[in-house]
């Protein structure tokens, strides 16, 4: 069974930074993509970033393009997401979830992600 454990939330003033990691475990080769959906108070989760063990392909959501990095060591089970300058707007859970592949089409997410971890509080405030 698929278990995903996120570390690295926090606090963090605007235009700071924080790296958020997923532990994964139980992993086959039918779970290659890892990545992050997040959910702010009052809105609905929203795709973040996602890597393909496999390959290293990697996804951004627009708001997230340029700002955030994602990563994953080199036996795959550990994934990162470097995030800098964050904006108040980035204030959320973020969420590390699996998939058979990263689920994006085009460019877009389309929130198909398999198995979820229980999401790590990032807040950005002064």
């Known amino acids: 069974q698929v278990q995903l454990v996120e570390s690295g939330g926090g606090l963090v003033q605007p235009g700071g930074s924080l790296r958020l990691s997923c532990a994964a475990s139980?992993?086959?080769?039918?779970?290659?993509?890892i990545g992050w959906a997040r959910q702010a108070p009052g809105k609905e989760r929203e795709g973040v970033s996602c890597?393909?063990?496999?390959?290293?392909?990697?996804y951004y959501e627009d708001p997230v393009k340029g700002r955030f990095t994602i990563s994953r060591d080199n036996d795959g089970n550990t994934v990162y997401l470097q995030m800098t300058n964050l904006k108040p707007e980035d204030t959320a859970v973020y969420y590390c979830a699996s998939a058979v592949r990263c689920p994006w089409i085009h460019d877009s997410y389309t929130g198909e992600f398999d198995y979820w971890g229980q999401g790590a509080q990032v807040t950005v405030s002064s």
């Open positions: 139980g992993l086959t080769l039918d779970d290659d993509g």
């Open positions: 890597i393909n063990r496999s390959d290293g392909s990697t």
